[in-house]
């Protein structure tokens, strides 16, 4: 029997039903036949920010997680096969939910990298057209890297972006519109996906 692709859709932005949320939404729907899919907002779960006690480090293991969701999401990465990260930009970098949700995930790579040959892509939209979304999956991608996973992008035809980038502005100052209507955000999101599964399947 083939096994089905998990994948663990994760909204990074604290707000639901806005750009990254439509952007990761399109992605999943991309891929719904060929995967087992779950999405999680980080925004329903508590998350305490790391306090740097490198326990971690020691013990493999984290005094927050008594006191708050994160072992329950460090559950769900290990369980997954694939992961998508929908993020905005905050200032060039993650939301600080999301960036709490990447700190406390280390002892997954302190037990042995555990997060190691898993497929990851990211999508960020931002306000902005050049909101620094690059900067955001620069961070993303160092922090699936750094865990050991494998990275992949959106690889569609020549003239696509082979980032998954989206924004409320369009091309020019004063044109603003809904993500439901930005075309490369939901090409790019959609060709990213594809391109996690095709990978994904290899590897499991
Ligand atoms: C604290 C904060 C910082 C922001 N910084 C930027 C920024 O540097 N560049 C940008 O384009 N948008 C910035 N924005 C706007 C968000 O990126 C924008 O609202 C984005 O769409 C949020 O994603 P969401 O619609 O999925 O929530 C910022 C918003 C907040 C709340």
Known sequence: MIKMVKVLGILG???????????????????????????????????IP?????????????PLDKNDDMKQLRDKLLDADAIIIASPSYFGGPPGILKNFMDRSRPLKMAGHKLKNKVFGFISSSGLRYGAQHEVISALMNFALIHGGIVVGAAGKVIEPNYAIGSFQGDKI???????????????????????IEIAKRIC
């Open 50 to 62: 790391c306090n740097g006690c490198d326990t971690c480090v020691k013990k493999m293991e984290c």
């Open 174 to 196: 004063k044109e603003f519109r809904k993500s439901s209507e930005d075309e490369i955000g939901l090409k790019t999101s959609e060709l990213l996906a594809s391109h996690v």
């Open 13 to 47: 932005s604290p707000r639901k039903g806005k750009s990254n949320d439509t952007l990761l939404d399109a992605a999943l729907e991309k891929i719904k036949e060929d995967a087992d899919i779950e999405k999680i907002y980080l925004v329903d779960y508590n998350i």
